[in-house]
């Protein structure tokens, strides 16, 4: 019986997961849209923040809600492009690759970010559009503004991430 129940209690938390995590655009997003549809990922030579998330995320609801309300971390967020990638709609999306351009869609897009399915999943990369840090997962404000003065003071080029937020 119990076998029985930890098989319930399971299935009905991976429903969670699965129904769980998303946002809506905060309005610092820099989606550039095409015509046909596709976005181009853009950094405007300021640090670059990709945000997976799904509809009906709870946490990504809570950190569109701080980059749009929360003084400093909309402060820092406003230095950075930002685009958020909804994981269950695909897209079609153009992103600076080694000097040239590469076209993906959602799926290539999550396999080339390490995605796997936890929203919202950040992933931030400095202005020539190489990766600094993968956050998956939310950040309350006080360690998201840390994080983002990390990339922003370009901190990154001195030390880990860990040693800068004193977890080291």
Not at 23 to 39: E, I, L, P, R
Not at 40 to 51: D, G, S
Not at 104 to 113: M, V
Not at 140 to 154: D, E, G, M, Q
């Amino acid at each position: 019986m119990k076998k029985r129940a930890y098989v319930l209690y399971f299935l009905v938390v991976l429903a969670f997961i699965i129904s769980g995590c998303s946002s809506k655009k905060s309005s610092q997003s820099s989606n550039n849209s095409t015509n046909s549809g596709v976005v181009k990922i853009e950094t405007h030579n300021k640090p670059t923040m990709l945000i997976f998330d799904l509809d009906g995320c709870i946490y990504c609801q809570k950190l569109n809600d701080e980059l749009d309300n929360n003084a400093e971390v909309k402060k820092l967020a406003s230095q950075m492009s930002i685009y958020h990638i909804n994981a269950a709609k695909e897209k079609k999306y153009i992103i600076p690759h080694k000097g040239k351009t590469l076209k993906a869609d959602t799926k290539t897009l999550e396999y080339i970010y390490g995605f796997r399915g936890s929203t919202p999943f950040i992933v931030i990369t400095d202005s020539n559009f190489k990766t600094i840090l993968k956050i998956p997962g939310y950040l309350k404000p006080a360690v998201f503004s840390k994080v983002l003065k990390f990339v922003l003071t370009k901190a990154y080029k001195k030390t880990d991430i860990n040693t800068y937020l004193g977890l080291k």
